[in-house]
């Protein structure tokens, strides 16, 4: 039963589900059905979908997330940068409008779920991990730099288009003289209106006297008041003839099923990107999930996670969506409503089949360009260019692998920007590791605590050089630490030993293994011993299993300190060392 529940989050939260939690998830889930339906129809206009493909997104995966996810307060659905990357994706097999789009839209779906699915059973979430925080920080900054400019000409009533920043800056520019002064000022009335809501609707209301609650669902319902008001002008002054693109007919009807292209050259095109949209996509997730559980000090399982929007991308990828992630915007909105367990989730997609089955023949004249407008401000909270200040004061390697990113996703597209980011993350890791911190240390006088000969006034020996590896050693940094040793003993006759206080090594594979015994060898050629101190017990047990402590000339001491008691010289003989500027 165990076993079950794990696999099966339901079965834990919904055994101690009450009418208290059921009052809070009801409450949440209308506030978060509000706001997502102009949000589910504008990400679908991004995604280059149907309207109606971000609601039917909206329900099913929701559904399916409730059952296997082990968040709480996490919303699954269509976001930003996932349907900037679907169409980014599906718009190089596919053109928009047509029924081989929607079949790639839906193909794409199945095969991140797929991919999240897999990775979620083999328990290889880990995998994400090599997606650097700064990295996907300029990602989502230049992504959201992207997304605006592709609403502009739908604000604009233009037709414009292209992958890069440069491409859709040009084509703007060129069909500027095409601009439809109504579009335009029904667009900027929205954006504005909406920008003005987020900052300034409650503090209004509240000094009218609203209740702190009524003042916060007042302002989540900003986007369907934009949406009511520009739709009703445009249909009451009929300004659909004079050239304001609207969202036309929407189907009436629940999510239908559907079934995406098993064709081999289609899979084959959309393999990468959905991959790479299943890694963005459950960086994002897995770190809202995180963050809003630590505030209620609840657990997220990521493998869990894992299957739970797989599971949640192929009911997309079966229901007429497109691939989904958890939405930061939209849980936290769900987290501050009061929502206690996943059925907000599923009270939510309730209410999202009811608008698609009664509401979606009162948006026949909504104008895209509102839904444009709903677009740019949810993303312009996205594009946060301090990151680059901060990483140019921590760490100059950061700074780069951020600037890099968001210069080649503005400039090459989005798929060659994530491509990029993730290469990028990998290289400093292995740059990290490659040349791992190796501190020489000294006895900190009166104690049995060894520090850093350069930060600290320590006694050394001449006779003895101890070094303290900070890092794992593996084929990457094997010889840097070999060649590390050879150098410092060079051209000192005096040294006798040399110790590798191991504290900080939690693994040792062949390539490191045969690396210490090439040094031993070198070592003992010259008369020089080589012994380890505070070597962990699982390292010790794999080095039992070899020949290299048959070998070793020196010995494995317990700690440091024991090896300073046993190998160092007289007092007389031993040096103290002041400290220096930091290496």
Known sequence: MTSLRRYLPILDWGSRYDRNAFSNDMIAAVIVTIMLIPQSLAYALLAGLPPEAGIYASIAPIILYAIFGTSRALAVGPVAVVSLLTAAAIGEVAEAGTAGYVAAALTLAFLSGGFLLLLGVFRLGFLANFLSHPVIAGFITASGIL??????KHILGIQAGGHTLIELVVSLVGHLPDTNLITLIIGVAATGFLFWVRKGLKPLLRRLGLSPKAADIAQKAGPVAAVVVTTVAVWAFGLEARGVSIVGSVPQALPPLTLPSFSPNLIGALLMPAILISVIGFVESISVAQTLAAKKRQKIDPDQELIGLGAANLGAAFTGGYPVTGGFSRSVVNFDAGAETPAAGAYTAVGLAIAA????????????????????????????????KKTWAYSRADFIAVAATILLTLGFGVEAGVSAGVIISIMLHLNKTARPHVAEVGLVPGTHHFRNINRHRVETDPSMVTLRVDESLYFVNARFLEDLVLRRIANCPGIRNVVLQCSAVNEIDFSALESLEALNERLTELGIGLHLSEVKGPVTDRLRKTHFLDHLNGEIFLSQYHAW??????????????????E
């Open 147 to 152: 997304i605006a400019a592709s609403q502009l």
């Open 357 to 388: 089955v009664a509401l979606t023949p009162l948006i026949y004249f909504l104008p895209k360009a509102t839904l444009a407008a709903t677009i740019i401000v949810a993303v312009l909270s996205l594009v946060d260019f301090s990151i680059l």
């Open 565 to 582: 008691a046993a190998l160092a010289q007289s007092p007389e003989a031993r040096q103290t060392s002041c400290p220096r500027a930091a």
